[in-house]
């Protein structure tokens, strides 16, 4: 067998180029000439979605069934790296019974506004949590042999015209939030691939983005990979090659090779670039992998049943007053909610799975022998609300015990599209009013891949929130009501009471084009810590059918420089009489006065199982790099000469311990920044924000004919020709023939993805049908350039 580096000496230019491109949907090219294998990439993220069929981007086609898990932001709560390799684990041996190469995930883009649409897809609003779980998933992914594509890399934190945006980040919260989950899972974990974003940060598309690709990624972070392209999101195929990019996805038809040939010959495209991305691309396509010799449908089976304790170590118990929960089983219960029967347990877009089996919550119930009677009590359609929610109240007037299972419909949630709201649908919270009203033993069970408003918060005695829990949703959700396993999953990020308390409410999605990341490192609790904002549940937090204490505090030293370590050790202890698993999160702290940083960040943490009464001394270990910051002017992390201190805190109870940390380090450089940035109160300004950055948020563009590009969407192209308006909705209807229903989230997705993507990425994934000539006619239409239309460019 040849080496890879003498295989590469043989490929012409030609050659070399041909393998930076995909050959169809979602495969590389093989080049039989010279032994080259394609190898084959499928989503996702939480389950395998593999399309033996025609390939989409969108989870409209089918796939072949696979073992569906709780989506991301339900996984991130169990606190727990070791049970995400198993889960890891699991899709890589799917993966690999089905000869799938390289696993599109997981996503750790950091929730910076809870109504991103894609929420529900990534693990949590704190980078170091966020980083951990996600090197988990790579780790046990990897150790089957299956390569991993860390996504999506960088600044992606809305869907709204995520082809077009441009992510306006300052240098601190680039480096210390956005960046620093991807560092923390490439570091610790050595995914073989990274996907780079539809959407540009500070003006550079994230495709031909050299500072983040080559400056960050492959040079401080020591990346090792191939970088991917969203599927589409090819911006300059020279400037990416140029900037770290390697494989252009789907495959384009070649659309750009003669221009990356051309830019070698005249001296544009690096040849060592070229190279590099070639041998990268190579190096994945001729590992070798192992074969899956077991039986699939025993794999499914026990993978079914570790979807389930995922889902079980995920759920956090937000509410329990009375001990309400759990409920005794010979107890009979009134249950309540549409979504009771139809249970949602995944989102929709290109994580979307085909599992083998799913149990709604009602079916969890009966597998239980818990003993209820049943109440739709609302419509997701909103039909017959009154009448449904009359004879639920009735019911639950003479009910010993409500539980009522409330949450988002699937269309609310999607890749593709944000949310436009924060509240559950009005339906649902006047029924959950009307039920507190006649019945005061109410629980709600959430499900929901994102924070959602409660304004009935008050008035129900227990609160589980779900999330979006994966196949078995169902029987967790009774085990966890009987307390045949007892909650333990903490919030991965905050819960706000009410949208406008979100730092970036006033901003999001009102410019979606140009986004001023005004809050800057102030994100999650980050913000609601310093500036004093109550929230309905803080991050971290998660109670127990158990009660622990913390106690002892005490560090091996309390001083800290470059090269070592602290050892920070604790005593936790079950004061409960039921076994059960706590989370110690450890956080370095910062004193209030200092700009652009949080009272605390999370560090380190361990989740501890004890036996009722039982205790255990918990040690974590923060290294100097847990002390240091982002220096820009030197583009490095250092160890500041400052006072920290240690924080430590469990999920069940918020009081914390804290020690003292003298770090020894560089005097910190005297900035000046506006006040908000000291002390966040209310929302930042964007004059504030360009003061403190020097970024400048674009205003909203409106073109009009004749200022048209390839850069231009159907949507804006649309707006003044009727003729392209006409082509936009065949070519939608086309796209759209498996939907059958237009309220369905995959109808607003293509209704997004069609009209939302720019004309020239459409025609890089059309398979060849949208030629760029095609572009170039259409945007000469829209700009009534009429002879172009009939001549060409
Ligand atoms: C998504 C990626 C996904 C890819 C392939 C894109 O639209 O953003 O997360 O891996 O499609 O389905």
Not at 31 to 59: C, H, K, T, V
Not at 346 to 375: C, E, F, K, M, R
Not at 425 to 434: C, E, F, G, V, Y
Request: one cysteine or more.
């Amino acid at each position: 067998m040849q080496s890879l580096e003498d295989q590469l000496k043989q490929l012409s230019p030609e050659d070399q180029v041909k393998l930076t491109s995909g050959t169809n949907f979602w495969q590389s090219v093989a080049i039989p000439e010279y032994q080259i294998p394609s190898f084959r990439m499928s989503d996702g993220p939480n389950g395998l979605r593999y399309q033996a069929g025609e390939g989409d981007a969108l989870g409209i086609n089918d796939s072949v069934i696979s073992t569906c898990f709780p989506t991301a932001s339900a996984v991130a709560c169990t606190w727990d790296p070791d049970l995400v390799v198993e889960m890891g684990r699991a899709i890589g041996l799917e993966a690999r019974s089905l000869n799938v190469d390289m696993v599109l995930g997981p996503g750790i883009n950091i929730k910076r506004n809870p109504l991103c649409g894609r929420n529900f897809e990534y693990f949590s609003e704190d980078p170091y949590l966020a980083g951990m779980i996600g090197a988990g998933w790579i780790r046990g992914l990897q150790s089957e042999g299956a390569a991993a594509c860390l996504k999506h890399f960088a600044g992606n934190n809305q869907e709204n015209d995520r082809l077009l945006s441009d992510s306006l980040i300052d240098p601190t919260a680039l480096h210390e939030v956005y960046l620093e989950a991807f560092r923390i899972a490439v570091q610790t974990a050595q995914p073989e691939g990274v996907m780079c974003s539809y959407n540009k940060v500070n003006g550079t598309y994230s495709s031909d983005n050299a500072y983040l690709l080559t400056d960050m990624l492959r040079r401080q972070w020591g990346f090792k990979g191939t970088v991917v392209t969203d599927w589409g999101a090819l911006n300059n195929k020279v400037a990416s090659l140029n900037a770290g990019g390697d494989l252009e996805m789907p495959s384009s038809h070649n659309m750009f090779d003669q221009q990356a040939l051309t830019a070698l010959k005249d001296g544009q495209l690096k040849p060592a670039a070229l190279y590099r991305a070639a041998e990268n691309v190579l190096r994945v396509a001729e590992k070798s992998r192992p074969k899956f010799n077991g039986d699939r449908q025993t794999l499914l089976e026990q993978n079914g049943k570790l979807a389930q304790r995922i889902e079980e170590n995920a759920a956090v118990l937000l509410k329990n007053d009375d001990h309400i929960l759990p409920i005794q089983l010979a107890q009979k219960v009134l249950v309540v909610g549409q979504m009771a029967t139809e249970t949602r347990y995944q989102g929709a877009g290109s994580s979307h799975i085909n599992p083998p089996a799913q149990t709604s919550i009602l079916q969890g119930l009966s597998h239980a022998g818990i003993v209820y009677d049943y109440q739709q009590g609302y419509a997701f359609s909103n039909k017959e609300a009154d009448q449904l929610a009359g004879a639920a109240v009735k019911a639950a007037k003479n009910a010993q015990t409500v539980v009522v299972v409330a949450g988002l419909p699937e269309s609310a949630e999607s890749e593709g599209f944000d949310r436009p709201t924060m509240a559950l649908p009005a339906n649902q919270n006047a029924l959950i009013d009307q039920l507190a009203a006649v019945n005061s033993n109410l629980i709600v069970l959430l499900v929901a891949g994102a924070p959602v408003e409660l304004p009935w918060q008050s008035r129900v005695k227990g609160l589980i929130n779900l999330y979006l829990g994966g196949q078995f949703v169902g029987d967790a959700a009774a085990n966890l009501l009987v307390g045949k396993v007892n909650p333990s999953g903490k919030l991965a990020e905050s819960y706000p009471i009410s949208y406008q308390d979100v730092p970036s409410a006033d901003s999001y999605d009102k410019n979606p084009r140009s986004v001023a990341y005004a809050e800057s490192v102030y994100v999650g609790y980050r913000y609601y810590e310093k500036a004093n904002q109550p929230v309905a549940f803080p991050f971290g937090f998660g109670l127990s059918y158990t009660t622990f204490k913390l106690s002892g505090l005490a560090l091996d030293q309390h001083q800290i420089q470059a090269g070592q370590s602290i050892e920070a050790k604790v005593t936790l202890e079950n004061t409960g009489d039921r076994d059960g698993a706590e989370v110690v999160e450890v956080y370095i702290g910062n004193s209030p006065n200092r700009a652009l940083k949080p009272l605390k960040e999370l560090k380190g943490f361990q989740k501890v199982f004890l036996r009722a009464g039982e205790t255990k001394t918990v040690t974590v270990e923060l290294t100097a790099r847990a002390f240091s910051e982002w220096d820009d002017q030197q583009q490095e992390w250092q160890l500041p000469a400052v006072d920290k201190a240690v924080v430590v805190m469990i999920g069940s109870s918020r009081e914390s311990l804290s020690a003292p940390v003298n770090v020894v380090g560089q005097a910190l450089a005297t900035t000046s920044v506006p006040t908000w940035y000291i002390t966040p109160v209310g929302k930042p300004s964007l004059s504030d924000f360009t003061a403190m950055s020097g970024l400048r948020v674009q205003p909203p563009i409106t073109s009009r004919p004749g200022q048209y590009t390839r850069l231009s969407t159907p949507r804006e192209l649309s707006a003044h020709s009727a003729i392209i308006r006409k082509i936009a909705t065949v070519l939608k209807n086309n796209q759209s023939k498996g939907i059958t229903d237009p309220d369905s989230p995959e109808a607003k997705f293509m209704d997004a993805i069609i009209m939302d993507t720019p004309l020239i990425r459409l025609a890089q994934q059309s398979d060849g049908k949208l030629s760029l000539g095609l572009v170039d006619r259409l945007v000469a239409l829209a700009n009534r350039h009429y002879w172009q239309v009939i001549w060409g460019r």
